[in-house]
């Protein structure tokens, strides 16, 4: 009778291997099998790919174990929200290939998950990740599922919008939106070629105002309206010399026709102009906007300077609300006063004034000394170079003689807004401290387009025709979508669910009987990841496939 144990060599002192048994297994025919395997699972989890080859039954073989979590996961969200279906009608009513909505599906998946080129999709799809429909995929029907989805992209973004509101329940009473830009990897002047092969001009690849600090490079202007939940609902773009003053009543007119026309819009400064505050307040809508600090418009200067006491509300925030003017014509104003934020400002500039100084000293120094020419031009180089400082230059001004000299005035006019920024808001229904806290709620859009940026890569762009560049970013914003609700839903950021779903793979097994599937048994933490998304978890077997006799 044999008996079987768990054990591993160790050497002992004189340096000679000697069994140390872990734990006894019992009788060989006795041995409980099941355990075993359990065993064998446990490991094979921790091994991957490795440990699935592990467990290949008797007398099949390992072939390969692609990702099935994420494309698992992100294929119910795309279910559950619509939009399978939504690009499926699309193409059955223009008479396109039944397979476009899952091309369309895999680059959405593969911007979430592996961001990459359309070329690098190709060798993504069935090597590295299953799509469910979709076995394999070349480049040409990636870009023709691209010209299919911006050609239905309207129809897409509307679903998308009535299913946050209606399935997930979300509150799209409140937009906030905000722009970025992202560049291309271009010259500038290099011109596009249409359908017919004939040279035109760039379109949205264009030199502006660059975001992403580069300047040198031609941009497109993204905008992006999102809900009080971060979850993106609508996304434009514009050439990218587009200045943010004009697409505010663009942007108003669009999501009017989405049944938004009593919503509350959330922008930044750069928006803050009559003409739009009077569009977002047409057809009953609402505003909340940034005030510029140093506009020097005598209704903000007045907001600013009128007496009255701070409320003291959460996130170590104050705020104090003011109206300017009479009766209807009065602008409502909310000033907001962050204690902590006023502190680091004053030592900030303080360090500034100090390092000011120490460079006036020296000039005065070098000044004093300079003998020849050279010498004094060397000071002069120094002065302008101070004067002209980005940061150190505001805190100083020229007198008549020349010298530059601290600007006491400017200095202590500074000093009266640390910690504070102005907000306008044409709804009288709304606390102050619903105002202030809605503002707040704006860094969910720069979120977005942080996440857009880093997580999706969706910079920098290599497309060079208009119609292929705005395909791109609603890849990348359908992506955001899906990344998005997973997180609402999780309370996890997409990089702390990402590796989860990476674990959970589809193994490939064959054998003189036929071949099958078979999913990586689920951790207990995968298990309530997927009860939290709402999703079910994939099947064990997902296929088994005979051999032809």
């Avoid at 762009?461 to 999780?490: K, M, N, P």
């Amino acid at each position: 009778m044999r008996y079987l144990q768990l054990a591993h060599n160790e050497r002992n002192a004189q340096g000679t291997p000697v069994a140390k048994v872990i734990t006894s297994l019992g009788r060989e025919d006795q041995v409980d099998r099941e355990g075993l395997m359990r065993l064998v699972a446990s490991i094979s989890r921790f091994l991957g790919q490795d440990g699935l080859e592990a467990t290949a039954p008797a007398g099949f073989s390992f072939l390969r174990a692609p990702e099935l979590g994420g494309p698992h996961l992100l294929g119910a969200l795309w279910t559950e929200l619509g939009l399978g279906r939504c690009l499926a009608r699309a193409a059955k009513a223009t008479r396109h290939r039944s397979d476009v909505e899952r091309a369309v599906f895999a680059m959405v998946a593969q911007r979430a998950l592996a961001p990459g080129s359309k070329l690098a999709a190709t060798q993504w799809l069935g090597r590295d990740v299953e799509v469910p429909g979709l076995e394999r995929v070349s480049d040409d029907q990636l870009y023709r599922a691209m010209d299919f989805l911006l050609a239905n992209g309207e129809r897409v973004q509307e679903s998308v919008f009535h299913s946050v509101a209606n399935l997930l329940n979300l509150e799209v009473d409140v937009i906030f939106f905000d722009t970025t830009s992202t560049y291309f990897e271009a010259d500038p002047d290099d011109e596009d070629e249409d359908e017919e092969g004939e040279l035109v001009e760039p379109g949205l690849r264009r030199l502006g105002h660059s975001k992403d600090h580069r300047p040198d490079l031609p941009q497109a202007v993204i905008g992006l309206a999102v809900t009080r939940e971060g979850i993106p609902v609508r996304v434009w773009v514009w050439p990218g010399n587009t200045n943010d003053q004009t697409v505010v009543e663009e942007v108003k007119a669009d999501l009017t026709g989405w049944q938004l026309g009593r919503a509350v819009y959330v922008m930044d400064t750069g928006f803050n102009s009559k003409e739009n505050l009077r569009a977002l307040q047409s057809t009953g809508g609402h505003y909340i906007a940034g005030c510029k600090l140093r506009s020097g418009m005598a209704e903000t200067q007045i907001a600013l300077s009128r007496q009255g006491r701070y409320q003291a509300i959460k996130e170590n925030l104050r705020v104090k609300d003011i109206r300017v003017g009479d009766g209807e014509a009065a602008t409502r104003y909310v000033v907001c006063h962050n204690p902590a934020e006023a502190q680091l400002q004053h030592d900030r500039r303080d360090g500034h004034i100090k390092r000011i100084e120490a460079e006036l000293q020296r000039l005065a120094a070098q000044h004093e000394r300079a003998s020849g020419k050279s010498e004094r031009q060397a000071h002069h180089r120094g002065e302008c170079a101070l004067r002209d400082h980005r940061t150190l230059g505001r805190y100083l001004r020229q007198t008549k003689t020349g010298r530059l000299v601290l600007d006491r005035a400017s200095i202590t006019a500074e000093e009266r807004l640390d910690g504070k920024y102005l907000l306008t808001t044409s709804d009288t229904s709304l606390s102050a401290e619903d105002v202030a806290l809605g503002y707040r709620k704006l860094l969910e859009a720069e979120r977005s387009f942080r996440d857009l940026k880093g997580i999706l890569l969706l910079r920098p762009v290599y497309h060079r025709r208009e119609d292929r560049i705005r395909a791109h970013v609603l890849v990348c914003f359908l992506a955001l979508i899906l990344v998005r609700v997973s997180e609402q839903r999780t309370a996890q950021t997409w990089r702390q669910l990402r590796p989860q779903l990476g674990e959970i793979r589809n193994g490939h097994f064959a054998g003189p009987d036929g071949t099958f599937t078979q999913t990586t048994e689920l951790t207990a933490t995968q298990r309530g990841l997927l009860r939290e998304l709402g999703v079910s978890e994939p099947s064990r077997i997902t296929t088994v496939t005979p051999a032809s006799t």
